[in-house]
């Protein structure tokens, strides 16, 4: 099966938009509430922090899957082309028309398959600690991935885990390009983040 496969695969696994799908369930249009986003995040925050668990882990899965086959029967590089294409379905899927999720947790499913192939136990501890910190002392997920991608390229500069770097660069580059408008207002000092348990704040960064 040749690269086409693959991207076929990734792309119709990643496309589906399992935040729209919960809150329809739940008898909602989550495009409509909150910041809009079908992310873990924006469902959390608007039908319940179960749902956006849910949301989250089926997120993950639905690029983790298919790039896990295509590593297990046809590799690496496989691998990058099901991840990069089940992430592009993630932010662009037709079912919304060419609308999606911000795709960081689409970005994550794909990473740790790859990640997992190659042994990159100590980038993955790493950026899971940052990433956990950062909510943590701030409860701003959108900032916690921004910072999580940006530090996920030097630590897979290094030789013993740069098998993957290309599948991470572009991640960042989505991941960096579904952010900017939160990018440009924290440069502008106007980010005011939705935080869990705080329903206020009109500014949000979210998955």
């Known amino acids: 099966m040749g690269p086409w496969f693959w991207a076929v695969l990734g792309y119709v696994c ?27 995040a924006n ?11 849910v949301v989250t882990v089926l ?3 639905k690029t983790f899957i298919p ?6 029967y ?37 990473y740790l398959a790859l990640a997992a192939a190659t042994n990159a136990w100590g980038p993955i501890a790493v950026l899971v600690t940052i990433w956990v910190s950062i909510v943590v ?5 959108g900032l916690a991935n921004i910072v999580s ?3 996920a390229v030097p630590l897979h500069a290094m030789p013993s885990t740069k098998a993957i770097l290309p599948y991470v660069v572009f991640g960042t580059m989505v991941i960096l390009y579904t952010h900017w408008d939160n990018i440009l207002l924290m440069m502008q000092g106007k980010l005011e ?14 998955r």
Not at 87 to 101: D, E, K, N, Q
């Open 67 to 72: 790039t896990y086959i295509a590593v297990h």
């Open 149 to 151: 991608v940006l530090a």
């Open 14 to 40: 990643g496309s589906i938009p399992w935040g729209y799908i919960v809150g329809r369930a739940k008898g909602v249009d989550i495009t409509r509430l909150g910041s809009g986003n079908i992310g873990g």
């Open 137 to 141: 002392l701030t409860q701003m997920t």
């Open 43 to 53: 469902v959390a925050r608007n039908i319940g922090i179960q749902y956006g668990i």
């Open 74 to 110: 046809a590799g690496i590089f496989a691998g990058f082309v099901a991840a990069m294409f089940a992430l592009i379905g993630a932010v662009a899927t037709p079912i919304l028309r060419f609308r999606g999720g911000k795709g960081f947790a689409a970005f994550v499913g794909g």
């Open 193 to 206: 983040e939705q935080r869990f348990g705080n329903k206020k704040r009109s500014i949000r960064m979210q």
């Open 59 to 61: 997120d993950i899965l």
